[in-house]
């Protein structure tokens, strides 16, 4: 017991020395200011860039979120997808998920080509990236919400990774929930973010088992109607609109249309199936206001995963390439 307290004593200058390293430590934090000095002009830029490219094509709005969220599942929103192939860099831009699939990635260079310009090697293309995902909700009539800026670009990429995280379109709901619990998102969030699918496309070769499984959760008119542009065999990557009533606006009718069996991707039309998942469809059915909000700070959620902080990373002159 002496000697007990006695060392307890003894390490108490360590402890309190510890504490107040730990309280000076360099480590920064994301912040909604982080640019305010140092490029004012950062987010006018960004939203200026989206905003062309979204007016040039509609579903580029749908592509930039699509291309964030594949960002932060892979060792967190470091920019790593935007990494071209090189002798050092297995890029995550030719994973399963991504190769032929995965694009945007033009309209984060022009943002950042631009960002160069007026404030050279200050934005990191990371953030770039996730402020567009959220002026690209806006484009298309969704919810904004405040970006936390800061993130730093990697130095690496993982395909392997992007491989195995991202979720498949023929997973089970379960299956759905675990992957984005284990990037600290719930199931509200999962099928709160499943909702961007109220934009964009998806290819034949990913839906086609659906459509001609003739099961009882889906509807056998909206089946028929997408036989007709995805044969049983061929045209593998011709698009149908993930989203059938509205592709290219963001609504509820994601939902809307899973109450209906008429979900494009197993994945889909799994939530409105599994029991775990089923009320909260219905509820965003419903309510537009509740999706939109749910959506908004699921967004915000998933782009603060593992957040990659100075003095860790750095900030790339072009997204595609480590200086
Ligand atoms: C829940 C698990 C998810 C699965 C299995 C999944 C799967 C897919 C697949 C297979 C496509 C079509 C890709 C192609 O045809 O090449 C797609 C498109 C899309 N996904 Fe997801 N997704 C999921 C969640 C999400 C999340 C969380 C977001 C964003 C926050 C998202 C946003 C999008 C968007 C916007 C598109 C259309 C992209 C475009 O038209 O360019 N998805 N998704
Ligand atoms: C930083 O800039 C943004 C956008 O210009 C502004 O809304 C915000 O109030 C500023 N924050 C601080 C702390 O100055
Ligand atoms: C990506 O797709 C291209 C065809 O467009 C193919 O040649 C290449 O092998 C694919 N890459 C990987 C890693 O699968
Ligand atoms: C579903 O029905 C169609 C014709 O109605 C048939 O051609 C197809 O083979 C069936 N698919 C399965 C998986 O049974």
Same mark, same amino acid.
């Given at each position: 017991m002496g000697s007990f307290s006695s060392s307890l004593g003894n390490l108490f200058p360590l402890v309190f020395l510890l504490v107040l390293l730990s309280g000076m430590s360099c480590e920064a934090q994301l912040s909604t200011s982080f640019y305010n000095k140092t490029c004012p002009g950062a987010l006018t830029e960004i939203r200026n860039a989206v905003r062309r490219a979204v007016s040039a094509e509609r579903r580029m709005a749908a592509s930039l979120i699509r291309l964030h969220f594949h960002d932060c599942f892979v060792q967190g929103c470091d920019g790593s997808i935007l990494l071209d192939e090189s002798p050092s860099i297995r890029s995550e831009k030719t994973a399963i998920p991504n190769n032929n699939s995965a694009r945007g990635y033009n309209v984060i260079e022009d943002a950042k080509r631009t960002l160069e310009r007026i404030c050279p090697s200050v934005v990191s293309c990371a953030d770039i990236l996730t402020v567009a995902a959220r002026d690209a909700s806006v484009a298309v009539g969704g919810p904004t919400w405040e970006v936390k800026l800061g993130r730093k670009d990697s130095t690496t990429a993982n395909r392997d990774r992007a491989n195995s995280d991202l979720p498949s379109p023929f997973a089970d709901a379960n299956t759905l929930i675990a992957a984005f619990d284990v990037k600290g998102l719930n199931t509200r969030d999962m099928i709160a973010l499943s909702g961007s699918h109220t934009l964009g496309q998806a290819q034949c070769f990913l839906f086609r088992s659906r459509i001609y499984?003739?099961?009882? =959760?889906? =509807?056998p008119g909206f089946a028929s109607t997408r036989r007709r542009k995805c044969l049983q065999t061929g045209g593998d990557t011709t698009l149908a609109p993930l989203d059938l009533v509205t592709p290219n606006s963001f609504d509820n009718n994601y939902y809307k249309n899973l109450v209906q069996r008429k979900g494009l991707l197993i994945s889909d039309q799994v939530l409105f199936t599994s029991p775990s998942t089923n009320s909260i469809v219905i509820e965003y059915s419903k309510s537009p206001a509740a999706f939109a909000a749910d959506f908004a700070s699921a967004m915000k959620k998933m782009s603060e995963i593992e957040p990659l902080l100075a003095p860790n990373g750095i900030v790339r002159k072009t997204c595609g390439a480590i200086n």
């Open positions: 499984s003739n099961g009882t =959760d889906i =509807d």
